[in-house]
Nanobody, 119 residues
Framework: QVQLVECGGGLVQAGGSLRLSCAAS????????MGWFRQAPGKEREFVGS????????YYSDSVTGRFTISRDKAGKTGYLQMNDLKPEDTAVYYC????????????WGQGTQVTVSP
């Protein structure tokens, strides 16, 4: 099992930046990919992007491509979501999640962190 703890959310003006962190503990060697999701009030959870732990390939939704960057530390225990040029429509609770090797879905989730972007 993998446990995830997020931090880094907050309030920022449009055009600003934030970096979210997602610290993993437990069986981190079993991580295949880390994904980032967000959920705005009254909306369904939305995929933001993901990064494969081995290999490092990254994927982004169209709405954040060119503005958000996913990275990880060398130890493979922390993932990051760098968010630049933030827009009010980026306001949401952001979650990190991991997909373990051999699993077909994300099965460990962080607690979520609020990101609010003011006009």
């Amino acid at each position: 099992q993998v446990q995830l703890v997020e931090c880094g959310g907050g309030l920022v003006q449009a055009g600003g930046s934030l970096r979210l962190s997602c610290a993993a503990s437990g069986r981190t060697v079993s991580i295949y990919a880390m994904g980032w999701f967000r959920q705005a009030p009254g909306k369904e959870r939305e995929f933001v992007g993901s990064k494969r732990w081995p290999g490092g390939s990254t994927y982004y939704s169209d709405s954040v491509t060119g503005r958000f960057t996913i990275s990880r530390d060398k130890a493979g225990k922390t993932g990051y979501l760098q968010m630049n040029d933030l827009k009010p429509e980026d306001t949401a609770v952001y979650y990190c999640a991991v997909q373990r090797i051999g699993a077909d879905t994300y099965d460990s989730w962080g607690q979520g962190t609020q990101v609010t972007v003011s006009p």
